[in-house]
């Protein structure tokens, strides 16, 4: 079977074959070396700057991934207490200590128990402001609050969710910057490697193509046999950022199917591979179009990440693993 060459897609293999490509140049007498000055210079630039740039981006997204996580803790708390406490005053209008007419101070209707929707951030925090100014109502008309549940303590709650919301925000902000910057630099070092191959290419065009393969994987090219397939190479983390995620299976393929009944059932066919120590799992596959990476865990919930396979265009994904809730 015929080989072609395999150019470098993502973010480790860029940084693979920078590497190779470094230390093949490196260990070449001057005297013998051929890669053209530019190139050189190129080398020795991103050899050490495009590490640099992975190991920023990585560190911000762990920051995020835990700043968001801890806001979404906070959010949690601050949705509990807001029910709790308003629910307490529903209580205490049902037993008669507090009137109905007091409703409105806490977003609700005077004739409704309904509580007001905490379907975003900013109801939780809107309805966590009325139940300060609610109970400070309450005390200048002489009537007793919750005592269960005090205001004192949604807005300290309050305070907390705030504070860890606009960490995540700015951690948020940092993440989609590095992103952006290791995006350009991963662009940046292809092209470079496409040119150190082509270069390669040029010095040895009078050896034979087998002997010239022979060569160039010395500089960290790589061959792959000419088929129609394209690599998904994933990575797997898990959301709260203590780690990756081994020995996860993960599917290519489509979710639900209507290829034997008229109602939608969950698919089970497409090429699958475990992800290793280092939460990698490369699944090779012949499919093209709209499908989905589809991964499982134990005690982790189960990812489907869409994504659009052109074949023979490789695709690079980290994936994260969210805990499950504990059971009730």
């Known amino acids: 079977m015929s080989e072609t060459v395999k150019n470098p897609t993502s973010t480790e293999s860029v940084r693979v074959t920078i590497n190779a490509n470094y230390?093949?140049?490196?260990?070449?007498?001057?005297?013998?070396?051929?890669l053209s000055t530019?190139?050189?210079?190129?080398?020795?630039?991103?050899?050490?700057?495009?590490?640099v740039c992975i190991a920023a981006f990585e560190s911000a997204e762990s920051t995020k991934i835990n700043a968001v996580s801890e806001a979404d803790v906070a959010a949690d708390l601050l949705e509990l207490d807001n029910?709790?406490?308003?629910?307490?005053?529903?209580?205490?209008?049902?037993?008669?200590?507090?009137?109905?007419?007091?409703?409105?101070?806490?977003?609700?209707?005077?004739n409704s128990n309904a509580l007001p929707p905490m379907t975003t951030r900013a109801d939780l925090v809107n309805v966590s402001n009325h139940i300060t100014t609610g109970t400070a109502?309450?005390?200048s008309k002489g009537l007793t609050p919750s005592e269960d549940f005090p205001a004192a303590t949604n807005a300290l709650i309050r305070q907390d969710y705030i504070a860890k919301a606009n960490a995540a925000?700015?951690?948020?902000?940092?993440?989609?910057?590095?992103?952006l910057t290791l995006a350009e630099m991963r662009n940046i070092c292809r092209e470079l490697c496409i040119t150190v191959r082509q270069e390669l290419d040029f010095h040895y065009?009078?050896?034979?193509?087998?002997?010239?393969?022979?060569?160039?994987?010395?500089?960290?090219?790589?061959?792959?046999?000419?088929?129609?397939t394209t690599e998904i190479d994933i990575l797997s983390k898990f959301a709260d950022g203590s780690g990756v995620a081994?020995?996860?299976?993960?599917?290519?393929?489509?979710?639900e199917t209507k290829a034997t009944k008229k109602v939608p059932t969950p698919a089970v066919k497409g090429a699958s591979k475990i992800s290793d120590a280092h939460g990698s799992a490369i699944i090779e596959t012949t499919q093209s179009g709209d499908v989905f990476i589809i991964?499982?865990?134990?005690?982790?919930?189960?990812?489907?990440?869409?994504?659009?396979?052109?074949?023979?265009?490789?695709?690079?994904?980290?994936?994260?693993?969210?805990?499950?809730?504990?059971?009730a």
């Not at 530019?38 to 590490?51: G, K, R, W």
């Not at 406490?85 to 005077?110: C, D, H, Q, W, Y």
């Not at 081994?246 to 979710?255: D, M």
């Open 38 to 51: 530019s190139t050189n210079a190129d080398l020795t630039q991103y050899f050490t700057d495009y590490p």
């Open 137 to 139: 109502e309450l005390i």
């Open 295 to 327: 991964g499982t865990l134990a005690n982790y919930k189960d990812i489907a990440v869409p994504i659009t396979i052109i074949r023979g265009e490789d695709i690079s994904r980290t994936v994260f693993f969210e805990k499950l809730p504990p059971e």
């Open 205 to 228: 065009i009078k050896l034979s193509e087998s002997a010239k393969r022979d060569m160039l994987r010395l500089w960290g090219i790589v061959y792959a046999p000419k088929k129609d």
């Open 169 to 179: 925000n700015l951690a948020t902000e940092a993440y989609n910057a590095a992103l």
């Open 246 to 255: 081994a020995g996860a299976l993960f599917r290519v393929g489509l979710k």
């Open 83 to 110: 029910t709790c406490g308003l629910e307490n005053i529903n209580l205490l209008i049902k037993r008669g200590i507090l009137p109905a007419s007091v409703r409105p101070l806490f977003l609700m209707t005077v």
């Open 23 to 34: 230390n093949k140049q490196l260990i070449t007498p001057v005297v013998d070396q051929f």
